[in-house]
């Protein structure tokens, strides 16, 4: 296996080079990550050696990159950024404890893209609803969207779903507020749910039947597909194109650190949601810019859109959102001509949104297709004889930040020309 050694100057040359002698690998070069310690001179380590990462692997085109250096030149936080920087070129990476391999994509030849994010409750499927709306005002677009709630076998939902069959689903045992019912509901375009098990650092899945969902899409010949992912795992699918979300409240140490690094390497676009004048939305897309300079990075808001007339009814709010919106969300549907009496953030929190249900007295219970919105909040309405609204999240341009739709379809855009269509 042809493979590049990343070294330091805090070894002697001479252990580094009978290293390179024992391993069982054919050293093609030597990346020096630093350290000044151990150098006399001009050292010589038996292989051509390289100052700049992405040269040497450019120049070499290695199977593998084995990490022969240590602390303190390359502590964890240095070394996950190099583990990031390689596999993005698609490469491995091992050292004496440890092994990355570069998540399995597999070929897709329609036009597509994929939505990721960096962890779970950034706004990512919010994110693939408006694409997938976009981009069908002038092609015909397909989603797929996998979860870990998601059905064993692909299901296609041809249409927004009704909160009938919304219900029917959850009474049937099934996950009734699954990402791809979401997209469906608030995006009105054709969308394949799937499913997925597992999760790794650099966002590999452990298991999915997302290639047959891909094949579904396939077979129907969509213009444009967008895979939507789930949580931190990213689609198992090569798509043309990549945009990564993450929240302005998660601190750029960790939307940067870690495998994240590799999130945003692989991206086109990222987009910082949660965003508005007071949130420090700035500071985080520096960050970003710091691990991939020419990526674009765009903040953005949220606002609920009920999909059903609120205006003269007492509403109570079900969302997922942090304590510290719910005051905005408030005002927000106010604009609807609603007065909003209660707003819960415990749809994924069972206990507490039992004990919310059992005190709320609306006429509507309004509540975002995710986590036990289905299953809890509209079971309880039809128990109660409550009306049941379902609620969106639109992107909402932050001030000052470059246009999102454009952006947007530029991607698509120049997706569809590399794919000639």
Known sequence: MRALAVIDGEHYAS?????????PYEFVGAFMAGGTEKLRGESDYGVPLYDELEEALRALEPELVLDLSDEPVLGPAARFQLVSRVLAAGITYAGADFRFEPPELEAFPLPSLAVFATGK???KTAVSAHIGRLLSRDRDVIAVAMGRGG???????ESPPSLDQLLALSRAGNHAASDYLEIAAVADV??????????GLAGAVATSNVQAGAELALQRGA????FDGSGAAIPPVATGKRVLVTSTFDPPALVTGYLNAYRILLADLVLVTMADASTPHEALADAIREVKPEVTVIAVGFRPRPLAPIDGKRV????????????RLAADLSAYGAEVVHVSGNLADRPALQRELETANADVYLTEIKAAGIDMVAEAGAKRGVEIVLAANDLVQCPGQP???PALLALAQVERAAVGT
């Open 190 to 199: 054709v969308t394949i749910g799937c499913r997925r098990c597992g999760g």
């Open 316 to 327: 109570a709010y079900f969302t997922t959102a942090e304590p510290s919106a719910h005051g």
């Open 223 to 226: 213009d444009f597909v967008v």
């Open 15 to 23: 252990t580094v080079r009978d290293a390179l002698a024992e391993l």
């Open 121 to 123: 409750r950034v706004g």
């Open 151 to 157: 059905p064993a076998t692909p299901d296609v939902a």
């Open 403 to 405: 246009e999102l739709d």
